[in-house]
Structure formats: structure tokens, C-alpha cells
């Protein structure tokens, strides 16, 4: 299947300052990537819709203004978690769909990044 | 909210067969169902998706019911790393559409 990557893996950072999670895709181009993140023992929950050359669209109760996201290029789309504070530790996933002829396109994961936030 | 229903823990013996079920009552027509699983601190992975026939790949077989509603993923050959959460979603054809993920089912591999 296609690859998505994130950088970093695994970052910890004080409260107050702030952290970008980058996502690409590897071996296609993705106009549209997904941003989630779990908490321990929960499920995903998506957080925003990261558009390509244009302006991310965030679900319900995620502070754009917190969480800000950039689509610059058709392989990377980059989440800036902002004044980062402890309840924001989480697990941050990114997702992509490479462009198909068919009618359904299948979405693959990167390997996420663990945000501790002290 | 996620429109499917798993059991939230299975268990199965290494070597057998896991069946893992799913509902999906309220699926429509242009739905298809997707199972991704997560083994733990690792992005979901793809294993298979199916719109209305019984599929199958190297990871799994899918067999949906005739009238949609639910469905079965089936590991033929379960090992200790098939240990994971399942997630079984549903979602229609526009791969711009994010997926939304329930609570899963946890499949324990037991030597």
C-alpha cells in the first residue's frame, strides 16, 4: 500500500511552547490529508480536514487557532500545536488518500507522534 | 458518530481462525465497509474493504450479508501479531472523506 510518515515520532516539549507534526505522503499526491488524535484507550477522533492550497476545515470544538495547519504541497501537510499545555498530550495520527480512477479510495495511516507535553 | 457496532473484546486461540462481526444497520446504498486495525502506539492499518461481494487478500477475508447490514472479517490463520483493535467503518465513495473511527473491537492472539 501507499506510505505516509510523520516526523517526529515521539516529542516532549514544556507547557507554553509550541510543536509542528509534520505528515507526507511518500510515493503519491494527496490534495486532502486528515488529522486525528487519540487519547489512551480511546479511539481516533478527527480533528481537521487539511486541504491543499487552501484553508483547513476543523471539526467541532478544535480551536483552529490552536491547532494550525498548513497544506503547502501536494506531499506534506504540517499540524502546529500552539502554547501547548499537558491536556494536549495525546497521540497525533495523519491520514491520505493516493488519487485513483476507481470510486473508492483507500486512506493510509502514518505511524503517528506521541506529544507529552510537561 | 461511527454508524457500526463490534463487540468490544474478542479473544483467539494462535493458529485458528478469528471472526471478527460487525453491524451496520443503517448503511446505505453507495456505502462500503472498510476494516482497519491498530496494534498498540502504531497508525491504523488498511486490511480490506467491500461493497456488496465477499472479498478476500492476503491479510483477511470479508463476507458482508446479502441485505448489508452487517458483516465478518476473517484472519484464516490468527498469530500473536495479529493482536490489535479492528475497526469496522463505513463510508461512501469519496476517498475525501475521512473515515470515523468507532470503539473497535480488541482481538487478543492467545498461544
Known amino acids: 500500500g501507499a506510505v505516509v510518515s510523520q516526523h517526529p515520532s515521539r516529542v516532549i516539549c514544556k507547557s507554553g511552547t509550541s510543536v509542528k507534526i509534520e505528515c507526507r505522503s511518500l510515493d503519491f499526491q494527496a490534495t486532502t490529508m486528515f488529522w486525528y488524535r487519540q487519547f489512551p484507550k480511546q479511539s481516533l477522533m478527527l480533528m481537521a480536514t487539511s486541504n491543499e492550497g487552501s484553508k483547513a476545515t476543523y471539526e467541532q470544538g478544535v480551536e483552529k487557532d490552536k491547532f494550525l495547519i498548513n497544506h503547502a504541497s501536494l506531499t506534506l501537510s504540517t499540524l502546529t500545536v500552539t502554547s501547548a499545555h499537558p491536556e494536549d498530550s495525546s497521540f497525533y495520527i495523519c491520514?491520505?488518500?493516493?488519487?485513483?480512477?476507481?470510486?473508492?479510495?483507500?486512506?493510509?495511516f502514518g505511524p503517528g507522534t506521541r506529544l507529552t507535553v510537561l | 458518530d461511527a454508524k457500526t457496532t463490534q463487540p468490544p473484546s474478542m479473544d483467539c486461540a494462535e493458529g485458528r481462525a478469528a471472526n471478527l462481526p460487525c453491524n451496520h444497520s443503517?448503511?446505505?446504498?453507495?456505502?462500503?465497509v472498510y476494516w482497519y486495525r491498530q496494534i498498540h502506539s502504531q497508525g491504523p492499518q488498511y486490511i480490506i474493504h467491500?461493497?456488496?461481494n465477499n472479498e478476500t487478500n492476503e491479510m483477511a477475508s470479508l463476507i458482508i450479508t446479502e441485505d448489508r447490514k452487517s458483516s465478518t472479517l476473517i484472519l484464516p490463520h490468527a498469530t500473536l501479531r495479529d493482536t490489535a483493535v479492528y475497526y469496522c467503518?463505513?463510508?461512501?465513495?469519496?476517498?475525501?472523506?475521512?473515515?470515523?473511527f468507532g470503539k473497535g473491537t480488541r482481538l487478543s492472539v492467545i498461544a
Open positions: 443503517t448503511i446505505s446504498g453507495n456505502e462500503y
Open positions: 467503518i463505513v463510508r461512501g465513495r469519496s476517498g475525501n472523506t475521512p473515515l470515523v
Open positions: 467491500g461493497l456488496k
Open positions: 491520514s491520505a488518500s493516493p488519487p485513483s480512477a476507481g470510486y473508492t479510495d483507500t486512506q493510509y
